[in-house]
């Protein structure tokens, strides 16, 4: 029988198997996190935080300085801005996830990502409110067959998905979005998505694509997200261009 531990590690391993060599992945157990390990901008961003919150952040830095260690960079801090977003210093991309018992935090120095987003989530069915609250048209699953209807632990894969999208696309344009502004289609042969503009944000227009992975661990679903700094800056480039048509 795999233990709790064991599973985390496996989550940590999958995440860096879908992002790839040029970006480090750490892990934590939430329930560890410890605020004396906390670097002191960071301990300030825990002010007025309820205990399992603090434990969460802790652990989640920990998870970076775990990633930080295996990119072979210094310690270094990750607080977070009044939007609650984590602040990475220059030159650093990355993205910090947990659920109840498990923490992972990837981070990139490479010029080839201008972006990355990942996001766990217990692998169960989602209560029916929540389900339709995050699935819209647009997300569905892609089979080499066709499309197909989605199952109810497929919409778990549809939520965390645009979890790891959204939280990719943030750096880039500031924007807080809601369900409906990606769509997401899942490809289970090949254990990717694609997550869709349905509407235009920051640089990005109505139909843009980020390009994602997904692997499903023991009782947990792991989705990651990224754009490549070549893409981003073509999108950039267009926009500029249409500002001055």
Not at 25 to 41: E, F, K, N, Q, S
Not at 46 to 73: C, I, K, L, W, Y
Not at 210 to 238: F, Q
């Amino acid at each position: 029988m795999i233990d709790s531990s064991e599973r985390v590690v496996e989550l940590a391993r999958a995440a860096k198997r879908l992002l790839g060599p040029s970006v480090s992945v750490g892990y934590a157990r939430p329930a560890l996190g410890d605020v004396a390990d906390l670097l002191p901008t960071e301990l300030t961003c825990t002010a007025g935080m309820v205990p399992q919150r603090r434990e969460e952040f802790a652990a989640g830095r920990t998870a970076v300085r775990m990633a930080a260690m295996e990119d072979g960079s210094e310690p270094f801090a990750v607080p977070i801005g009044i939007d609650r977003a984590p602040i990475w210093p220059k030159g650093i991309i990355g993205s910090i996830t947990h659920s109840s018992d498990v923490c992972l935090a990837a981070i990139s120095r490479s010029e080839r990502f201008a972006a990355i987003g990942i996001d766990v989530e217990p692998y169960a069915t989602l209560p029916p409110d929540i389900a339709a609250e995050v699935v819209h048209e647009g997300d569905g699953l892609e089979l080499e067959s066709g499309n197909a209807p989605l199952t109810q632990h497929d919409v778990v894969g549809i939520f965390s998905a645009k979890e790891a999208a959204y939280k990719c696309q943030f750096p880039l344009t500031g924007s807080m979005l809601g369900f409906d502004a990606l769509s997401i289609r899942l490809m289970p042969q090949s254990h990717r998505f694609e997550a869709r503009f349905e509407k235009s944000v920051g640089s990005f227009r109505t139909g843009d694509t980020l390009d994602g992975g997904y692997a499903l661990v023991g009782n947990h679903v792991l989705t990651v997200a990224s754009i490549s700094t070549e893409r981003w800056e073509k999108l950039i480039s267009c926009d500029k261009q249409a500002a001055h048509a």
